[in-house]
């Protein structure tokens, strides 16, 4: 049911050499006016709603406030080898959810945003 995501950012450049490096993408920048935003890659091919890396004074990020979002990955432990190395933070290993639920983990991303991981191996 989510169609689009936005996750606030304080330094654009810093959030997309990591969620590049964790999460293995290319992130692509676009620029409105005093809005900078990091394009999450999408395409017909993707499952999942897409969304952006978003640096604008009314955007603040947050370890505690507003939602929290579960990016979709093949095995959590992958990409959370790759948090500390991108300047980031594990919060929660990975973690099972249940037997049917698969595993979870919890990120801290350059920015100070809690983020979620989630697969089901």
């Not at 169609?3 to 992130?27: C, H, Q, T």
């Not at 595993?103 to 920015?111: N, P, V, Y």
Request: net charge negative.
């Amino acid at each position: 049911m989510v169609g689009w995501f936005e996750i606030p950012v304080a330094d654009m450049n810093r959030a997309k050499e990591f969620y590049e490096s964790v999460l293995d993408i290319s992130i692509s920048i676009h620029e409105f006016g005093n809005l900078q935003m990091g394009w999450f890659p999408n395409g017909p091919e993707k499952s999942g709603a897409t969304g952006s890396l978003v640096q604008h004074e009314m955007y603040k990020p947050s370890m505690t406030d507003g939602p929290l979002l579960y990016f979709s990955c093949k095995d959590v432990a992958l990409e959370l080898s790759r948090v500390e190395g991108a300047n980031g933070k594990i919060i929660q290993p990975k973690t099972q959810i249940g037997e049917e639920h698969g595993f979870m983990a919890l990120i801290k991303d350059t920015e100070g945003n809690r983020i979620a991981l989630h697969s089901q191996s």
